[in-house]
């Protein structure tokens, strides 16, 4: 059983920056792509950024592209997601998630999740 813990999350003001950071317990973790996902109340978990295997490819959602970066160190079976330029709209709960070998990071290849951060930007 995979355990991943998030933390970095609060309350931050419109056009700051927070860091999340994820630990995994995961003795594999180090071939397995990983993504953090977010969920705004009444809306569905969705996918917001996705890191390879050994770091070489990601993936931003268009929300956020330019503004976050994920980024992760797999000595210390960690991952990262800076988050500039805070808007309201990324107000949610924020989740670490562990996706498939290598360079997968399909939706449906997610089979272990944190229990979120909470990241709240007000205006």
């Known amino acids: 059983q995979v355990q991943l813990v998030e933390s970095g999350g609060g309350l931050v003001q419109a056009g700051g920056s927070l860091n999340l950071s994820c630990a995994s317990s995961?003795?594999?973790?180090?071939?397995?792509?990983m993504g953090w996902f977010r969920q705004a109340p009444g809306q569905e978990r969705s996918l917001v950024a996705a890191i390879s295997s050994t770091g070489q490819y990601t993936y931003y959602e268009t929300s956020v592209e330019g503004r976050f970066t994920i980024s992760r160190e797999n000595t210390k079976k960690l991952v990262h997601l800076q988050m500039n330029s805070l808007k309201n709209e990324d107000t949610a709960v924020y989740y670490c998630?562990?996706?498939?070998?290598?360079?997968?990071?399909?939706?449906?290849?997610?089979?272990?999740w944190g229990q979120g951060t909470q990241v709240t930007v007000s205006s």
């Open positions: 995961d003795r594999g973790f180090s071939i397995y792509s």
């Open positions: 998630a562990r996706g498939g070998l290598y360079r997968n990071y399909a939706a449906a290849s997610f089979d272990s």
